[in-house]
């Protein structure tokens, strides 16, 4: 996952609001989302799959609860011990307050990476390139990419700006309208201009190849768009468009559910 937008708590009617970019090689053999036993998180999760290290990218639970991971670029890097799949999975299965000082003991098991886990109520942020990492997040939206939290990459801010302007139109009759409009503004393909790209250890070639909110491409490219709604009634809403190569449209997955009273 390399792009991700959360609302907490800025609209009336959605209280929680997830859009998010995956990128990936389209040779990664992946698992479409659906739900499945998670030993790790203990619980049924809604997730898709990684099938060569395990793990996910983003999962929901039945009450609506979202982690997700992101790598964090650093040009060549060493790889984990641990798969970073396994992370969002760790995240619905433990409070932060106990998630939290186990990661900072074990976060050079890991290659970079960046952690979120949200609620209606609150949100929860790790990444072991933070110089204090782990933090809790309240009211607001947010913006995550391949590095720290509210970086100001331009994919980061062109996103949280269109996700910012849709929910100030949207209400609880349109969820499946936002879900639409959400998907659309997630397939954004313009680049960066070349004296606003980061400087993350790769050539400026792929610097600006990466540069999009949607990364169009043969080999590399944006393989799945997944947006995640709880409303204030407990409606949780989720829908997952999958991706093929130089951005093809494949399958769709749509799920909808009460929350537990």
């Not at 009450?63 to 995240?91: D, I």
């Not at 139109?169 to 409009?181: C, I, K, R, V």
């Not at 400026?204 to 169009?216: A, D, G, H, K, N």
Request: with cysteine; glycine share 8%.
């Amino acid at each position: 996952m390399c792009l991700i937008v959360f609302s907490l708590r800025q609209h009336p009617d959605f209280p929680l609001v997830v859009a998010a970019n995956r990128d990936e090689f389209f040779r990664r053999p992946t698992a479409a989302m659906d739900w499945w036993a998670s030993e790790t998180a203990d619980r049924k999760v809604l997730a898709g799959r990684d099938l060569l290290s395990g793990g996910t990218w983003l999962a929901v639970d039945v009450n609506g609860h979202v982690s997700a991971v992101t790598n964090v670029r650093e040009g060549a890097q060493a790889p984990g011990t641990n798969s970073r799949g396994e992370l969002p999975l760790l995240a619905l299965a433990e409070h932060s307050e106990t998630l939290e000082p186990r990661l900072q003991q074990q976060k050079d098991r890991y290659s970079g990476f960046n952690l979120v886990s949200l609620n209606t109520e609150h949100g929860w942020y790790f990444s072991n390139r933070d110089a204090h990492p782990g933090r809790h997040v309240h009211r607001g939206t947010y913006g995550l990419s391949n590095h720290l939290l509210q970086t100001p990459w331009p994919k980061l801010l062109r996103l949280r700006s269109s996700v910012t302007g849709l929910l100030e139109s949207a209400n609880s009759g349109t969820t499946e309208a936002l879900h639409q409009s959400l998907i659309a503004h997630l397939q954004d393909t313009t680049p960066a201009p070349d004296h606003e790209l980061p400087d993350t250890g790769v050539d400026r070639t792929t610097e600006r190849f990466l540069s999009s909110p949607f990364i169009v491409g043969s080999d590399y490219g944006t393989r799945a768009t997944t947006v995640v709604t709880v409303s204030a009634g407990g409606e949780i809403r989720v829908t997952e468009q999958v991706w093929g190569p130089e951005g093809k449209k494949q399958d769709t997955r749509a799920f909808c559910w009460q929350r537990p009273a």
